[in-house]
């Protein structure tokens, strides 16, 4: 006759299959509930990135119509015109708040989460690196500027001599098959050995325009002043750009006039009072999403076309546009 087993032998197996069974569904239960939170959370950042897509598309179009009805009001441009004060971060509802009937719609709840920010900042106040070779050939008035923005900032004037020649051997007609690519943004100057220090300090100083351009002495800083006018003095730009601050100047005449001695140094061909490239920078933060959009445009009497556009994702404080060019 067949022995039986014991009672505890038999409740301590069942025990056990129950247990199995709640681990194994516990862990289904887990993987199913984590695939949802996957799905969502994509789902979530795809909205997100089409709705920054169009707003970055709306605020493009905004600048650009910024850009064009201040071409009409004259040649000249400065830092007292519309297009040079920054938006703050604001909250998207505000903007909305202020269209005609000044009444929000049903997406309020999305615009109290949505902040937006951007600003215009003028090319052609800064040295712009397209001008420094013509032809295959370094020219001597632009590698001066540079030698006395290097000087004024205090960097090393070996670093500028050594990625100028490598500038020179990628800028050739025909470069030799080891020459560096030819930068095209400011930040790929690290390509040529530019430090990551020296880079930053002189990023709001530089430019990399697709053509040659004059320096726009109504909007240059007091360093791009300096180092484009080869016969004044750093005091001496300084005080020119407070004097300019106040009262812009119309014309070169007006500025060769204000200059007196130092006006030998103002050339038609190398300065100018407008400006026709500017770069156009929109920040927009939802939920965990930030996305900054920086593009260059060219403007060329009330037509405005953009030249090259880039966007990225940004880990950055609420206000603050962080990229190279825009130190927060």
């Not at 009937?101 to 937006?116: E, I, K, R, Y």
């Not at 205090?154 to 990628?170: C, I, K, R, S, V």
């Not at 530089?206 to 750093?234: D, M, R, W």
Request: hydrophobic share 45%; charged share 15%; proline share 5%.
């Amino acid at each position: 006759m067949r022995q039986l087993r014991p009672l505890h032998t038999t409740q301590g197996a069942a025990l056990l299959m129950a247990l199995l069974t709640m681990a194994l569904v516990a862990v289904l239960a887990s993987a199913a509930l984590w695939q949802q939170w996957r799905t969502l959370a994509v789902e979530s950042a795809e909205r997100d990135a089409q709705q920054a897509h169009w707003l970055l598309a709306g605020a493009n179009d905004w600048a650009r119509l910024v850009l064009r009805e201040d071409s009409r009001t004259g040649s000249a441009d400065h830092l007292a015109e519309p297009w040079a004060t920054p938006l703050r971060e604001a909250r998207l509802s505000d903007f909305l708040a202020a269209a005609p009937g000044g009444s929000l719609t049903v997406t309020d709840g999305l615009a109290q989460q949505v902040f937006l920010s951007g600003r215009i900042t003028d090319m052609q106040s800064r040295l712009n690196l397209g001008n420094l070779m013509v032809q295959g050939q370094l020219q001597t008035a632009e590698m001066k500027s540079l030698e006395r923005l290097y000087q004024v900032l205090g960097l090393p004037l070996a670093e500028l001599l050594a990625w100028t020649a490598a500038w020179q051997a990628a800028a050739q007609v025909s470069p030799a098959p080891q020459a560096p690519l030819l930068p095209q943004h400011l930040e790929q100057l690290a390509w040529l050995g530019v430090s990551p220090a020296s880079l930053a300090r002189l990023a709001p100083h530089l430019a990399i325009l697709p053509n040659g351009s004059t320096v726009n002495l109504n909007t240059a800083s007091a360093e791009v002043l300096y180092a484009s006018v080869h016969s004044l003095n750093i005091a001496r730009a300084q005080s020119l750009v407070k004097e300019r601050n106040q009262q812009p100047w119309d014309n070169l005449s007006d500025l060769r006039s204000r200059l007196g001695a130092d006006a030998a140094s103002v050339s038609d061909s190398r300065h100018g009072l407008g400006s026709r490239y500017f770069e156009v920078v929109g920040q927009i933060r939802q939920s965990q999403t930030t996305v900054l959009e920086r593009s260059l445009m060219v403007r060329d009497g009330l037509q405005t076309k953009v030249v090259w556009r880039e966007r990225r994702a940004l880990q950055s404080e609420p206000g603050c546009l962080s990229t190279i060019e825009l130190p927060c």
